[in-house]
């Protein structure tokens, strides 16, 4: 029920979208709502989150140090925990792991890089794992529960 107290406008009655820089009659004529004068005054200013307004900016004050090295091999890493993990939960049809069911169960989910298997946590079954590299205490471990390595090429 409408009461006086709780009148409203209609949608559109009220309020309309300012048109700018169309003559002093209109309230937004002369600076347009930008001010006087200053680099955002001007038409097409755009200044970047980075600018710091002519000085120098802090990525060219500070000093570069340390080297990075472009040609380095970047890997999907999966413990050999992950691995019990997917043997408890039953999730395994068979005892072989590879890039392929890994990457059907989403533990990896980058089909471009290649494969690590380190060595962190318990293997408790024997297992055929494929992959392109192997930490040595992975191998050891895989190796120690009878289970078999084979790198990929």
Same mark, same amino acid.
């Given at each position: 029920?409408?009461?006086?107290?709780?009148?409203?406008?209609?949608?559109?009655?009220?309020?309309?979208?300012?048109?700018?820089?169309?003559?002093?009659?209109?309230?937004?004529?002369?600076?347009?709502?930008?001010?006087?004068?200053?680099?955002?005054?001007?038409?097409?200013?755009?200044?970047?989150?980075?600018?710091?307004?002519?000085?120098?900016?802090? =990525?060219? $004050? #500070? /000093?570069?140090?340390?080297?990075? &090295?472009?040609?380095?091999?970047?890997?999907?890493? @999966?413990?050999?925990?992950?691995?019990?993990?997917?043997?408890?939960?039953?999730?395994?049809?068979?005892?072989?792991?590879?890039?392929?069911?890994?990457?059907?169960?989403?533990?990896?989910? =980058?089909? $471009? #890089? /290649?494969?690590?298997?380190?060595? &962190?946590?318990?293997?408790?079954?024997?297992?055929? @794992?494929?992959?392109?590299?192997?930490?040595?205490?992975?191998?050891?471990?895989?190796?120690?529960?009878?289970?078999?390595?084979?790198?990929?090429?």
């Amino acid at each position: 029920m409408k009461h006086i107290g709780n009148i409203s406008y209609a949608d559109g009655a009220k309020h309309k979208v300012k048109r700018i820089g169309r003559g002093a009659g209109s309230g937004h004529g002369g600076t347009s709502t930008r001010g006087h004068k200053g680099q955002k005054s001007r038409s097409g200013a755009k200044i970047h989150r980075y600018f710091e307004g002519g000085q120098m900016p802090i =990525n060219r $004050r #500070l /000093p570069k140090f340390g080297f990075f &090295n472009r040609f380095r091999t970047e890997y999907q890493e @999966v413990n050999l925990s992950t691995l019990q993990t997917l043997i408890d939960t039953n999730k395994l049809d068979g005892n072989t792991i590879n890039f392929d069911v890994l990457l059907s169960y989403g533990v990896i989910n =980058n089909k $471009r #890089l /290649p494969l690590k298997i380190l060595g &962190n946590g318990e293997l408790k079954s024997a297992l055929n @794992v494929e992959a392109d590299c192997f930490t040595e205490s992975a191998k050891e471990k895989i190796e120690s529960v009878g289970g078999t390595v084979k790198v990929n090429e």
